[in-house]
């Protein structure tokens, strides 16, 4: 139901632009989301972001990160600029429908290393 894409391996500093892309009307959820996990750690949120516009971050990507949606294409995407070896990590999105039920993707490497 989501899919997510657009991980890849960048040097510190580099950017990347991450995208999950819904099977149906992201309409139909009330929040969207981008978690990450590294090796070892749990999984923490990095980013959300509405049905009505309203943006969350992580302490950690503020400044750095921007989380979007287009409606049209059913999308949710992640800028990550700025990018430190600290970010690295396997990236998932998620979405919330107004019912409760949650959705993941399968998850997108990102690698930030020189």
């Known amino acids: 139901q989501l899919q997510a894409s657009g991980g890849g391996l960048v040097q510190p500093g580099g950017s990347l632009r991450l995208s999950c892309a819904a099977s149906r009307s992201i309409f139909s959820f009330s929040y969207m989301g981008w978690y990450r996990q590294a090796p070892g750690k749990q999984r923490e949120l990095v980013a959300s972001i509405t049905s009505g516009g309203r943006t969350n971050y992580a302490d950690s990507v503020k400044g750095r990160f921007t989380i979007s949606r287009d409606n049209a294409e059913n999308t949710v995407y992640l800028q990550m600029n700025s990018l430190k070896t600290e970010d690295t990590a396997v990236y998932y999105c998620?979405?919330?429908?107004?019912?409760?039920?949650?959705?993941w993707g399968q998850g997108t490497q990102v690698t930030v290393s020189s």
């Open positions: 998620t979405a919330w429908d107004y019912a409760g039920t949650g959705s």
